[in-house]
């Protein structure tokens, strides 16, 4: 029986490889004036009869706090029209080794670390059993703080898998942050002027 763990992850490979090969062309040269572009694609990987695959133990299962408005960032959706990563999340939804669970994007301003504030998920993906928040800020470069669980409910060891990472991105290249159970895929587009705004490359990893 192969192993569903080693499945997985030349999955995961494959699909990083295409979104390498697809980032220098995904955003056109005009951006929203004054604000940062997110976009989100959240999946989780299944084995190809459908299965989950065999992951570490989820976290044990927390109360999650109440939203404070206050302690947020400010961010307006992006119509579905300028979503960028559509094709991307159609090969996901269609893949058998795959569970398209959400995709959606904001805008938003980005602060220097000391200033930024996290920008929660927004209510879809909480429905699609998704919670956590993504952290932008700049310093000399941009950097990103991800921060999504993923509920395991009515898994036997039940709890959230979870995903924390930061990296400091450069240009539009698009990012991947993978877990056994699931998938995150986000791409930035900044506004012109800001020096974050060049051509793909490669990225740094945070603790």
């Known amino acids: 029986m192969p ?14 490889l295409a979104l390498l090969a697809m980032s220098p ?21 299944l084995d190809q ?7 570490p133990a989820p976290l044990a299962p927390r109360a999650a706090p109440a939203p404070d408005p206050g302690a947020s960032t400010e961010t307006t959706p992006l119509a579905p029209g300028a979503l960028r990563l559509g094709n991307l999340a159609a090969r996901l939804r269609r ?38 928040a993504l952290t932008l800020y700049r310093e000399r470069y941009l950097h990103v703080l991800v921060d999504v669980s993923l509920s ?35 791409a930035v587009k900044a506004p012109a002027g800001t020096g974050d705004e060049g051509p793909a490359a490669a990225t740094d990893e945070e603790s």
């Open 95 to 132: 893949g058998p080794g795959y569970q398209l669970l959400y995709h959606g994007g904001w805008t938003q301003a980005v602060e220097p670390q000391a200033q930024a504030r996290p920008t929660p998920l927004p209510e879809a993906a909480l429905q699609a059993g998704l919670s956590g």
């Open 152 to 186: 395991a409910a009515g898994e036997a060891a039940g709890g959230n898998w979870r995903i924390r990472q930061g990296r400091r991105l450069r240009g539009t290249a698009l990012q991947y942050f993978d877990h056994p159970a699931f998938g995150v895929i986000i």
């Open 25 to 45: 062309a995904l955003w056109p040269a005009s951006a929203m004036a004054g604000a940062y572009e997110v976009e989100i694609v959240v999946f989780r990987h």
């Open 3 to 16: 192993d569903r763990r080693t499945a997985a992850g030349r999955g995961a490979s494959t699909l990083f």
């Open 49 to 55: 009869r459908g299965n989950t695959p065999e992951v």
